[in-house]
């Protein structure tokens, strides 16, 4: 039975171990494997669009010729818009999720998301320029830029679980499954 009055109050316990709701490799890879087939999906639908399907010839070097030809015919409009179509198609794909919860498509699927160092959602701006423009632009550097990518993903082996990425912005990965303390600031992850 409770030993407990109505008038007394719970024991308080100053030093109780911190959850740590951080996602697992397993989930986070599961999300980056989701996203990346979606975006290979959804940029072959747009090099369909621009006329760039791929050839139906066998010999691989007609195939490239007839790619090269192709690129070469494109208007300007075209050119532009295919040089940025994977940033378009990443915004399509996955803008609307990462501005109300801090998720991709992949990240919604698995339950994790990007919050902020105190379990915050983070601010969509913020979260795109420090985030993924960093990530964007690492993979960019002539010659090294592979090399820095890896980099950014080999930290997440680190003890605090996150990437390059994650400390430029000031965020972290958690499993929503695991329930956390919300502060009850307006952006508050609920979980």
Known sequence: MNDQTPDSQPEFQPHQPAVDNTASYGKRFGAFVI??????????FFLQYLGLDPSQSNDMEAAQAEMIQKLQNLPDSSKRLLAFSPIITFFL????????????????????????????KPLFLMLILQRYVS????????????????????????ADKRCIHDHLAKTKVIDLRIPVAVTGKPNSIIV
Request: charged share 10%; hydrophobic share 60%; aromatic share 8%.
């Open 35 to 44: 996203d990346t087939v979606l975006m290979m999906v959804a940029l072959v």
């Open 93 to 120: 794909l996955h803008g609307f999720l990462l501005h109300q919860f801090g998720q991709t498509i992949g990240k919604r699927i698995l339950g994790i998301a990007i919050v902020t160092m105190d379990n915050q």
């Open 135 to 158: 990530q964007w632009l690492m993979g960019m550097v002539p010659v090294i830029g592979l090399l820095l990518r890896l980099a950014d993903i080999v930290f997440i082996f680190r």
